[in-house]
């Protein structure tokens, strides 16, 4: 078949599907529903918020749970149906009182990776040309009313910003700003300052992953706004697939069902592959050059072992010019890897005593793409 002959089959192929889809858009991991399906972890978040828009005194988050545990989508959900409540005037905290408007500010770390980075970022101004304490200056005297800031994916703090100056800052403030940070790494409070610990004091909300109803509750949602039929068969299938074999990553389930609706003919198990490899792909990609080098050291390590995997970690790290981690810290980010479905933890008995082994989750050929590419 020549070229032209393939692209014209494709197009007609994806014309006709495409007359099964209401809106695209739904399919679009940003997207927001109007009317997201209630779970019982948001009502902590938001009686945290809620709480202080009334009296002005933070209470601090931390919100972990693995990636597609809805965590993202409810924090700022949450954050602009509470600003649009201010501007149409449908709430007022301390009733004769004049308290400003509160501020919501929304950062991903992934893209702001340092507390230098993420004051530019609030400021509107370069990131060059300026000194951490100038920033905070102009931060904390722009900003005299509440504020809430969410830090998404917080665990990506560059190592460079080791102290996390911003929250001790925050923390320190007699603005009382309020923080609410979001990790896919269960221990990242381990990780902070023990300073910064102290003052910002976090209080600890943990998402479970999606069960089996709920997984269908939410593609039966996006099927009735984005699509005009599908089969009930084919639903409860992506969602049993998403459940056993992608820890109930929901976005693996809505870009199946997406893939479902555009190319029908391929199958459910196929077009869930490759949604779950394309994620896969897309997570090992977004790590930092020290997990990216754990998880090497883990393919090069066939017995597993995670202290023989630390030992390869350090000579694969100074090989490439990195600094490693203590073991404590790399250990951490084994429970970071494994919260993302990357890696598995298996506790095993030897001899008398139990020690954990350490398996990959996902093809070594999306790892080795990557490294290719970062270190060679």
């Known amino acids: 078949m020549e070229i032209e002959e393939y692209l014209q089959q494709k197009e007609t192929r994806l014309e006709k599907a495409g007359r099964k889809i209401r809106d695209y858009r739904v399919f679009d991991f940003n997207y927001m529903p109007s009317k997201p399906l209630m779970r019982d972890e948001v009502k902590p978040i938001a009686d945290a918020m809620l709480r202080y828009l009334k009296t002005g005194i933070p209470n601090n988050l931390l919100v972990v749970g693995s990636r597609g545990s809805g965590k993202t989508l409810w924090v700022r959900y949450l954050a602009e149906r509470l600003a649009s409540s201010f501007e149409n005037g449908q709430n007022s905290s ?165 893939l479902c609706a555009i190319e029908p003919k391929t199958g459910v198990e196929p077009n869930f592959e490759r949604a779950r490899r394309d994620i896969v792909a897309d997570l090992v990609n977004g790590l930092s050059d020290k997990n990216l080098i754990i998880l090497k050291a883990a393919a090069r390590t066939p017995d597993g072992w995670v202290k023989a995997v630390y030992e390869e970690y350090r000579r694969l790290s100074l090989t490439v010019g990195e600094s490693p981690f203590s073991y404590v810290y790399f250990y951490s980010n084994l429970s970071y890897l494994q919260s993302i479905g990357l890696i598995l933890l298996v506790s095993t008995k030897v001899r008398k005593t139990y020690t954990n082994r350490l398996q990959l989750l996902f093809d070594a050929e999306v790892l080795e793409r990557v490294w290719r590419g970062r270190f060679l």
């Open 94 to 258: 301390q009733q004769g009182a004049q308290r400003r408007e509160p501020c919501f500010f929304y950062i991903n770390c992934r893209h702001h990776n340092t507390s230098f980075k993420i004051l530019a970022e609030i400021l509107r101004v370069r990131p060059r040309g300026y000194g951490l304490d100038e920033l905070w200056r102009q931060f904390h005297g722009r900003f005299r009313g509440p504020l809430i800031l969410i830090l998404d994916e917080a665990d990506l703090i560059s190592e460079k910003d080791k102290q996390k100056d911003l929250l001790y800052m925050l923390s320190r403030s007699d603005r009382n700003y309020m923080v609410i940070l979001l990790s896919n790494n269960p221990h990242f409070h381990h990780v902070l300052d023990s300073s910064t610990r102290s003052t910002l004091q976090p209080e600890i909300i943990h998402f479970r992953n999606y069960n089996a109803n709920q997984v269908l509750d939410i593609l039966r949602q996006r099927v009735s706004l984005g699509l005009y039929r599908f089969s009930r068969e084919d639903l409860a299938r992506i969602m049993a697939l998403t459940v056993q074999n992608a820890n109930s990553d929901i976005r693996v389930g809505i870009k199946t069902l997406y």
